[in-house]
């Protein structure tokens, strides 16, 4: 499937990056990284235009990341009023929502490029939890164009390299993205214990 | 330890099923990132396979010889327009990818093979 997708690359060049990144940014699975990785080795080798492949990538995913954010705005807000609904759940849907609320704009950038693979479902999610609309899309544009130059840059400057940038690109940003999730579930987790101790304290 | 875990089982059964979700992950992506890491830092991989959706220039810089000599190899010319790949060629030329990709390598190990003997004083 990835074969034919990079077969497409020359044929439609500016389009074609343009939807791939906007779909994933929605959380659909498609090889965005390979794809512009791809891209720019194609620039390169004077196959495709530099400004062509960036530019195409970019406005693909702050597109994205806007539908993302929408999407969560009318459809999350009622979720998140649902989750609140259970007593002992709300005190960690609060603080989550003010988290996104106070430290959202670097999480948004941070999951851009560096834990790309949690992006889309920030975007949902800050979407749920109300931030603001001018944080979001100030984080989210500065975070996209590290992304995109990243990637794109990275397959210009090693064209002859792109399989194995794209594996082990993909692998480090699997562990950087799973490795966060891992440490903020054992905080929580720890949070949790804390409280049930104290609370279980105060009770004597 | 087991009285810890224990204890996480009984108050936070969900959050503990995913924090053993995501860090099983981790270290799958780990082992994924090393094995990648060390098969392509054997130069033996480092060239890459030519594959259908490749453009020849592309494959030129891949390998670095000169386009105009993979053109030569393939009998093409480039016209100008949108760039061509190799499955495009294959099939407005008949002939089969394979074919095609080992005329290629042909070419690329005769280019080779000449830049070694020309730097050989």
């Known amino acids: 499937m990835t074969e034919q997708l990079l077969a497409l690359i020359p044929v439609y060049g500016f389009w074609l990056l343009l939807g791939v990144t906007f779909l994933s940014c929605l959380a659909l699975p498609i090889p965005a990284s390979i794809v512009m990785l791809t891209a720019g080795g194609l620039s390169a080798s004077g196959d495709l235009g530099l400004w062509q492949a960036a530019s195409g990538a970019l406005i693909g995913a702050v597109l994205g990341d806007q539908t993302g954010f929408a999407l969560g705005r009318s459809g999350g807000t009622a979720l998140i009023g649902r989750l609140r609904a259970n007593p002992s759940r709300a005190p960690l849907i609060d603080r989550a929502t003010g988290l996104l609320q106070t430290r959202g704009m670097l999480g948004v950038f941070l999951s851009r490029w560096l834990f790309s693979p949690l992006g889309p479902w920030l975007n949902f999610a800050s979407g749920a939890a109300a931030m603001s609309w001018p944080r979001f899309t100030l984080a989210g544009i500065s975070g996209e164009v590290v992304w995109v130059t990243l990637y794109v840059g990275l397959g210009f400057g090693f064209a002859d390299s792109i399989a194995a940038l794209s594996q082990i690109g993909g692998a480090l940003s699997g562990v950087l993205a799973a490795g966060l999730l891992t440490i903020g579930l054992g905080y929580v987790l720890h949070r949790a214990t804390h409280d049930r101790l104290a609370r279980h304290q105060d009770a004597h | ?121």
């Open chain 2, 1 to 121: 330890m087991m009285r810890m875990i224990k204890a996480y089982w009984q108050h936070h059964r969900l959050l503990l099923l995913g924090f053993v979700a995501t860090l099983t992950l981790t270290l799958f992506f780990l082992t994924r990132l090393i094995t990648a890491t060390l098969y392509w830092s054997n130069p033996a991989h480092q060239d890459v396979v030519i594959s259908g959706w490749m453009t020849p220039r592309y494959i030129a810089r891949s390998y670095q010889v000169d386009p105009d000599l993979l053109f030569d190899a393939l009998d093409f010319d480039p016209a100008p327009g949108r760039p061509l790949t190799l499955r495009d060629i294959a099939d407005t030329t008949g002939r089969s990818l394979p074919e095609l990709s080992a005329e290629l390598q042909a070419a690329i190990s005769a280019a080779r093979a000449e830049e070694s003997t020309e730097s050989v004083p």
